[in-house]
């Protein structure tokens, strides 16, 4: 665009606050305030956004649907880490194995794994709390090819 006559204007013009110099530490300090949560790992967010929903509603009807969800999703995780945990077993001969963290070292076979698994399993975007465990899968390709696993 044609930046002719506005390079000349200061940025908190642009910030809605004309003819002032914009102060860096009042946006951090408001959000601050603003939010209390405590961090949470990616993978827990849903999980963690349906709990404080619940919290949050007066509405029962809401909030028995609000618990079964939450439910399912603890009873489906489980299920993911019963099923992970088979796999390796029936693969290694242990279950002790895949439970490190590892690098990949066999890209191919990880991505045929994991595909696999979401299309036959579980699909990651309905059920984002199961990749907190996907390194176990990973963890056997690194040690076993794909057609084993």
Not at 113 to 133: D, E, G, N, R
């Amino acid at each position: 665009g044609d930046l002719t006559y506005i390079y000349k204007d200061p940025i908190s013009v642009f910030l809605g606050n004309p003819g002032k110099k914009a102060a860096a530490s009042e946006p951090l300090a408001v959000s601050a305030r603003a939010y209390s949560y405590k961090p949470t790992a990616t993978p827990d967010v849903m999980m963690e956004y349906l709990k404080r929903k619940r919290e949050k509603s007066n509405d029962k009807e809401k909030t028995k649907r609000l618990d079964q969800e939450i439910e399912y999703h603890t009873m489906t995780e489980q299920k993911v880490q019963n099923i992970l945990e088979q796999i390796s077993r029936q693969v290694t001969g242990s279950s002790e194995f895949s439970r490190h963290h590892l690098t990949i070292k066999n890209p191919g076979c990880n991505k045929d794994v994991l595909s696999a698994f979401f299309s036959q399993c579980y699909k990651m975007q309905t059920h984002p709390y199961i990749t907190k465990y996907l390194n176990r899968l990973t963890n056997l390709c690194n040690a076993y090819n794909g057609e084993k696993i």
